[in-house]
C-alpha cells in the first residue's frame, strides 16, 4: 500500500509539464491514473478505491483554469464524455472547439443528441474522434445518421428521459433502476442495432433488459451512467464552482456535471465566491472541478422561429391546409387547466388553436413549463428554445428546471395531455414514430416516455405517407415508440378499412397502457369540416 501511494505521488510531479503547471495534486494523479498506469498491470479494487480517494482530495480553493485548451489536456483517448446540451442551446462550444484540436480518438460520447453538421459535437464526428454515440435524438445531423447507418459510428439510442435519469443516477450513486419507458420495445429484447456492418447488416445489438412487474406493469432495467469527464455549460459561476444556468441552457448540463469523474464547466461569467446568493444557485460547487471562461460564444440559434407580426401569409398548400385541420381538430381535446407536452410538427401547431375560455400550460421536455408565443426578432434568445429547437418566450409563471426533473413530470403522470405525430399506427394504440431500420435515423427522443407515462395520448398524422403509402394499419410494421399490453379496443375502425384510404374514426380509451389515444387524420376532413361549420 505504501508504494501503491508513494509511487503516484512521485510519478504525478513528474508529469507536472503535462497536466499545467499550476495544476492542483488532483488533477496531476488523475492524469497518472489514467496515462501512467502500465496497461498490463491490473490494480486490486482495493488499491483503486485508494489511489482514486487520494486524488480526490484536497480541491483547490480557485477552480478557474487558464483556458479551455488547458481543461482538456488530459482528455485522453477512449475516455468516456459527458457533455451538455439540447440541440445547440447550452452546449460547451469552447471545450468542444479545444478538445477537436487535441485530437483524443475512440471516444464515448452521452450527449442527448450530436450538435449539427460543422457544430457542436458535429466537428468531433467529422474528424473521426468518436467511437459510441449514446444519445436519444439524431435529428438534422446527417452526418451523425450516415456514420451510423454505413457501419463507421456505434450509436446506443436511448429515450430522452431515460437517459436524463441514467445520468441523475449515476451521479447520485444508483447503480440500476426500473422504468417502464420502452417495455416492450426492441430495447427491452436487444433488437436496437448498435453498429451496422458496410454491407448493411447488424453487426452490434443493443444488450437486452431485464423486467420486472411492479402493480401488474412490466418495467424494465436501466443502468446508471457516469463518465470519466463532464464538459457543461453554465451561465454564471464562482470560484468554488457554484453555478447557475439561464432559460432552457440548463437542460442536460446538471445531470451530467454530476455524473462526471471529472466536471469542467464552460461559463460566460466569472465572480468571486459570496457573490452568488445560496438560494440562487442551481448546482453545488461539489460536482465542479474546473471552471474556464468561455472563449467563444457564437450561441448559434438552430431554428429561429418569429412571431407572424401580423404580416401577410401568402399562398397555402393543400398539404398545409389538411395539416391546419388536424391540429384545430387536436385542439378541440384541450380542456382548462390542462398541462400539454406537444411533439414536433402538427402537435404544435394545435396550440394556435387553443379554444376561447381555455388556458393550458405547454411542458417542453427540455426544461420550461408555461411556454410562451415566438418572440419578436428583437425578443428571440438563444437561451429559450423549445422542443422542437425554435425560440420561444416565457410568459407569467413560468417555471425552468432540468431534463431529469421535467421527465420526472412526465414519467410521474402529471402531465395531463401529450399529442404526438406519427409513421403508423395500430388500432390497439401501438404507435411507431422514430425509425425506419437502415434508411432513416431520427431518434425517439421523449416520445417513450411520453406514451409510457399513463397520461391522454392523441396522435396525430396525415392518412398515408409520400407515394401513398398507409400509416394506418392492423400491426405497426416499423418498431413501436410505445406497446399497449392489452387489445382492448372500445372504439376503432373496421378491419376491412385499414390500411385503406376509407374513413378511420378515433380509437379511444383502448389500453391502460395509452389510457386514451385518439388518432386524428385528414380523412375525415369534409364530414368534419361541415360539423365545424
Known amino acids: ?113 450530436a450538435g449539427v453538421d460543422n457544430f457542436g459535437i458535429g466537428i468531433l464526428l467529422e474528424n473521426r474522434q468518436v467511437k459510441r454515440m449514446v444519445s436519444s435524438y439524431v435529428g438534422e445531423n446527417k452526418e451523425f445518421e450516415r456514420q451510423y447507418l454505413s457501419g463507421e459510428l456505434e450509436v446506443e439510442l436511448t429515450p430522452q428521459g431515460t437517459l436524463a435519469e441514467r ?46 412487474e411492479f402493480d401488474g406493469r412490466k418495467y424494465i432495467m436501466e443502468r446508471g451512467i457516469t463518465g470519466d469527464f463532464a464538459l457543461v455549460k453554465a451561465w454564471k459561476a464562482d470560484t468554488r464552482g457554484n453555478l447557475v444556468f439561464r432559460g432552457t441552457a440548463r437542460n442536460f448540463n446538471p445531470d451530467c456535471a454530476m455524473a462526471g469523474k471529472v466536471c469542467v464547466a464552460e461559463v460566460e461569467e466569472i465572480v468571486e465566491a459570496g457573490e452568488i446568493d ?55 381535446e384541450f380542456r382548462d387547466g390542462m398541462y400539454v407536452n406537444l411533439g414536433i410538427g402538427i402537435p404544435t401547431l394545435a396550440s394556435n388553436y387553443i379554444p376561447a375560455g381555455v388556458r393550458i400550460e405547454l411542458q417542453s421536455e427540455n426544461g420550461l413549463l408555461g411556454m410562451g408565443p415566438y418572440p ?8 429559450f428554445i423549445n422542443a422542437g429547437k425554435e425560440t420561444v418566450t416565457t410568459i407569467p409563471g413560468s417555471a425552468l428546471f432540468s431534463s431529469s426533473e421535467s421527465f420526472a413530470m412526465i414519467r410521474g403522470g402529471h402531465i395531463d395531455l401529450t ?61 413501436v415508440t410505445g406497446k399497449v399490453r392489452s387489445m382492448h379496443v372500445s372504439r376503432a375502425a373496421s378491419s376491412r378499412n385499414m390500411g385503406r384510404s376509407a374513413k378511420c374514426s378515433a380509437a379511444r380509451d383502448f389500453s391502460p397502457f395509452l389510457r386514451a389515444t385518439c388518432c386524428l387524420t385528414a380523412v375525415d376532413m369534409t364530414r368534419e369540416q361541415k360539423a365545424t361549420t
Open 1 to 113: 500500500c505504501l508504494c501503491a501511494f508513494a509511487f503516484p505521488y512521485f510519478r504525478a510531479r513528474q508529469l507536472g509539464p503535462i497536466v499545467g503547471k499550476n495544476s492542483d495534486p488532483y488533477t496531476m494523479i488523475s492524469a497518472l491514473l489514467r496515462r501512467a498506469a502500465p496497461a498490463r498491470v491490473r490494480l486490486a479494487p482495493s488499491v483503486v478505491f485508494a489511489l482514486r480517494t487520494l486524488a480526490s482530495g484536497p480541491r483547490p480553493v480557485n477552480k478557474v483554469v487558464s483556458s479551455a485548451t488547458e481543461a482538456v489536456q488530459d482528455v485522453p483517448d477512449n475516455a468516456t464524455l459527458l457533455i451538455g446540451g439540447f440541440g445547440l442551446c447550452g452546449i460547451p462550444e469552447s471545450l468542444i472547439t479545444a478538445l477537436h484540436a487535441r485530437g483524443p480518438k475512440n471516444l464515448t460520447i452521452v450527449s442527448n443528441n
Open 167 to 212: 445520468l441523475r443516477a449515476g451521479g447520485a450513486g444508483i447503480p440500476a433502476f426500473f422504468t417502464p419507458t420502452a417495455a416492450g420495445t426492441l430495447i427491452e429484447d436487444g433488437s436496437q442495432p448498435i453498429r451496422y456492418a458496410p454491407d448493411g447488416s447488424v453487426a452490434l445489438y443493443s444488450d437486452p433488459r431485464e423486467t420486472r
Open 278 to 332: 445560496p438560494a440562487d444557485i442551481h448546482l453545488p460547487g461539489v460536482y465542479v472541478h474546473r471552471i474556464i471562461k468561455a472563449e467563444q460564444l457564437e450561441k448559434r440559434i438552430e431554428r429561429l422561429t418569429l412571431a407572424q407580426d401580423g404580416q401577410a401569409e401568402g399562398a397555402v398548400s393543400d398539404g398545409q391546409r389538411r395539416r391546419e385541420f388536424i391540429a384545430k381538430r387536436a385542439a378541440q
Open 376 to 383: 419578436q426578432r428583437h425578443e428571440a434568445d438563444a437561451d
Open 419 to 479: 399529442i404526438l405525430g406519427g409513421l403508423q399506427v395500430a388500432p390497439n394504440g401501438d404507435l411507431a414514430n422514430w425509425i425506419i431500420p437502415g434508411k432513416m435515423v431520427k431518434g425517439m427522443g421523449g416520445a417513450m416516455d411520453l406514451v409510457s407515462s399513463g397520461s391522454r395520448v392523441v396522435v396525430t398524422m396525415e392518412h398515408t405517407a409520400k407515394g401513398g403509402k398507409h400509416k394506418i394499419l392492423n400491426q405497426c410494421s416499423l418498431p
